[in-house]
C-alpha cells in the first residue's frame, strides 16, 4: 500500500519544472548509503559546487546519523511530502538499485542514471530464471522504461545489460563503477590493521564467500579441515583472514574465528569498497567482488565447492572456469600451498588475470569525473 500512495503523491508533485542544479542519489530500497550512488555523490559533493547533490535515505535513524557526519542539507526522506517535491523537482537521479520514488509515467526530460552496483557474472534482474510474467512486467515498466542510461564497465556487457533490464543497447553505457575509483587512491592499510586489532606488517587476506539462499555457507571447505592446521600456518607467515559474509550468517561463522582468522562484516567496517586495496590477496567462490579486485592486479583464490548446485540455481552469465583467474584448491594442503604461492607474488595467474580484467574492466582510472561530464554535457544539451 505504501508504494500505491507514494506513486499517487509523485503524480501530485511532479508537475514542477525541473531543476537541472539539483542531482538526487539513491541506492537499495532508499535506505541505503552504499554502492556507485555514494561514491558519485561524495565526488559531487566536493567537485562541483554548482550542484545541489541530495541523497534519498527514508530510515530516520540512518538519515539523522549521515546528516550528523556530513551536514544538513544533504539527506532527504523521500516519503514525507518535502522530501517528495524536491526529488521531484530535481533534473538528474542516479540510482544503484530502482528509484528514489515510485511513479508510473516519468518526466521524459529528466536524466535518469542507474549506476547499478557490479558487474553482471551471475545473471541478474530480467535475465533471472523462474520469474514471473507480473515481475518482469512490473521492472520493465516501473523502473526499465524510467532509465535514460544504465552503465557498466565494459563493451562485452552491453548485450547482457540490455538483455537484463529489457533496454536498446545504445541505453547501456560504458562508463565505469564510481566505487572503483577508491582503488587508485594509496592504500591505507594500516587503519584496517587497527580497526582489526592486527600487529603492524602483517599480511591481509579478504575471505568474501557468496550469500546462499539455499543453505550455509561453507568456509574452508575441505575434507580435511583442520583450523587449527590453519591458523598455525596463518600464524608462522604473519598473516590474517578477514571473513567478510553475509551478517545473518555471524553466528554460525564465529567458529571459524581464531587468533589469525577474523570476522569482518558491516559492524566491523560498513562498506568494503574502501579498504579493497588493503588486501593482498582475496579468497572467493561466485561474489563478483572479484572483478573488482582484478583492477589490482593481485591473486585471487577460487573455492567453488557446490560449483553445480549453485549455479543451476542461480545461473551465470559466463563459463565459470573461463572467467575465475585463481586456483581451486580442493583439499586442505593444496589450499595452504596456494596461500603460500600467493603471498609470495608466485600465484602463476598473472596472465589469466591481465586477460580476465581486459575483458570485464575496459574503464582502468578513476570514472567519476568522465560521468558528470557527460551528464553536465547532455544538460548543456536540453537548455
Known amino acids: 500500500m505504501q508504494k500505491v500512495e507514494n506513486m499517487l503523491k ?34 559531487v559533493r566536493e567537485q562541483l559546487p554548482q550542484i545541489k547533490p541530495v541523497f534519498v535515505i527514508n530510515n530516520t535513524k540512518k538519515r539523522k546519523q549521515l546528516t550528523e557526519e556530513y551536514g544538513d542539507g ?19 537521479w542516479f540510482t544503484s538499485a530502482g528509484l528514489p520514488v515510485y511513479e508510473w509515467k516519468g518526466n521524459p526530460e529528466r536524466i535518469v542514471v542507474n549506476l547499478w552496483h557490479g558487474i553482471p557474472l551471475k545473471k541478474i534482474v530480467l535475465m533471472e530464471e523462474k520469474q514471473s510474467f507480473l515481475r518482469r512486467f512490473y521492472f520493465k515498466h516501473l523502473f526499465s522504461s524510467k532509465y535514460t542510461y544504465i552503465l557498466t564497465t565494459s563493451t562485452h556487457l ?9 533496454v536498446p543497447e545504445e541505453c547501456i553505457k560504458v562508463w565505469g563503477q564510481p566505487r572503483n575509483d577508491l582503488l587508485w587512491e594509496t592504500p591505507v592499510k594500516g587503519e584496517v590493521l587497527r580497526i582489526m586489532k592486527i600487529e603492524e606488517g602483517a599480511s591481509l587476506i ?9 543453505g550455509d555457507t561453507v568456509l574452508f571447505p575441505f575434507p580435511d579441515n583442520d583450523q587449527k592446521e590453519i591458523e598455525r600456518f596463518l600464524q608462522e607467515k604473519n598473516c590474517h583472514i578477514c571473513i567478510r559474509s553475509h551478517l545473518k550468517e555471524q553466528g554460525r ?7 589469525h582468522i577474523h570476522f569482518m562484516n558491516e559492524d566491523v567496517i560498513d562498506d568494503i569498497a574502501l579498504w579493497l586495496n588493503c588486501f593482498d590477496v582475496l579468497i572467493t567462490d561466485y561474489s563478483s567482488i572479484y572483478l573488482d579486485y582484478l583492477l589490482l592486479n593481485k591473486p585471487i583464490i577460487f573455492l567453488p565447492y557446490d560449483q553445480r548446485e549453485y549455479l543451476r540455481k542461480r545461473g551465470m552469465n559466463f563459463p565459470y572456469d573461463k572467467v575465475t583467474p ?18 609470495a607474488g608466485q600465484d602463476g595467474y598473472a ?10 574492466n575496459q574503464m582502468k582510472e578513476p570514472c567519476s569525473n568522465k560521468i558528470c561530464e557527460y551528464i553536465l554535457r547532455d544538460i548543456k544539451n536540453k537548455l
Request: net charge positive; aromatic share 20%; glycine share 4%.
Open 74 to 92: 544533504y539527506f532527504v526522506d523521500g516519503l514525507c511530502s518535502d522530501g517528495m517535491k524536491m526529488i521531484l523537482r530535481a533534473g538528474v
Open 351 to 360: 596472465s589469466m588475470r591481465e586477460k580476465c580484467n581486459s575483458y570485464f
Open 326 to 343: 585463481g586456483p581451486k584448491p580442493e583439499n586442505l594442503q593444496e589450499f595452504l600451498k596456494c596461500v603460500d604461492r600467493a603471498l
Open 253 to 259: 561463522i564465529e567458529k571459524y574465528t581464531g587468533s
Open 10 to 43: 509523485a503524480q501530485w508533485y511532479k508537475k514542477q519544472e525541473l531543476d537541472f542544479h539539483i542531482w538526487v542519489f539513491s541506492s537499495v530500497d532508499n535506505c541505503n548509503f552504499n554502492y556507485n550512488s555514494k561514491y558519485l555523490f561524495f565526488y
Open 206 to 214: 579478504l575471505y568474501a564467500p557468496t550469500y546462499r539462499e539455499y
Open 158 to 166: 552491453v548485450p547482457i545489460m540490455s538483455k537484463s533490464f529489457a
